[in-house]
């Protein structure tokens, strides 16, 4: 990865597409993995943190749509949709559930690379919070540690994915179900035991939590700010 400017996925059930793609963004230094299938790419961003997402709105099966409603509460990868030409309404729709930009079909292979540099910029100018510090508290992810007064808490790995989103979210509700996509837990009372756990190590009395508070009906917020 070191060599390339950013890792893409390409998503897209026309062979042809996927193989000019991929091949003009090798050539502009872009490590690329491709996907024929929103179902496909779903099980791809389980495994890799891609910095970019490409993908097609009409596919068989599940489309790019669905694929975006289904994952935006669990990713924050941005996305370039690759739509019909004229279809203005699947524009909008995607724009209004979370994609960053758009690209209508047939396009120009140049175009949309000036499009990923465009969103790479931006999101280098936003650095993600590894090390917060609040009230007589320090959470440090890279560490994996927080400090609470005169203690030291260890955070695992399924803490440290949630902390992490919460953390560059703040003031963001999540609800239970959301969480459980993070980390791949489908019972809500399991996701319930780890803000439970979380709390303890955050808060200087879990039982009447000051930061990381529960919205009746809603879910969990961290309030840091």
Do not use: C
Request: net charge neutral.
């Amino acid at each position: 990865m070191d060599n390339f400017l950013a890792h893409i996925l390409v998503v897209d059930d026309d062979d042809g597409i996927r193989d000019l793609v991929k091949k003009y963004l090798n050539e502009n230094n872009f490590l690329v993995t491709t996907s024929n299938s929103a179902e496909n790419a779903s099980e791809k961003i389980k495994i890799v943190k891609f910095d970019i997402i490409v993908l097609d709105i009409m596919m068989p099966g599940k489309n790019g749509l669905e694929f975006i409603e289904e994952h935006k509460s669990t990713i924050n990868t941005p996305i370039i949709l690759l739509t019909a030409k004229g279809d203005a309404d699947e524009r909008v729709a995607g724009l209004e559930i979370g994609a960053d930009d758009y690209l209508p079909k047939p396009f120009e292979p140049k175009e949309l690379v000036l499009r990923i540099k465009n969103i790479l910029n931006k999101t280098k100018t936003i650095e993600q919070k590894r090390i917060v510090e609040f009230s007589n508290i320090k959470i440090d992810l890279n560490k994996l540690l927080i400090h609470k007064e005169s203690e030291e808490f260890k955070i695992n790995n399924t803490e440290k994915i949630i902390l992490e989103r919460m953390i560059n979210n703040p003031g963001k509700t999540f609800s239970r179900e959301d969480i459980g996509k993070l980390i791949n837990i489908d019972k809500e009372r399991s996701v319930d035991v780890i803000i439970t756990r979380l709390r303890k190590k955050i808060e200087l009395d879990p039982k009447n939590p000051k930061f990381l508070q529960t919205l009746r009906g809603s879910g969990y917020v961290l309030w840091i700010e």
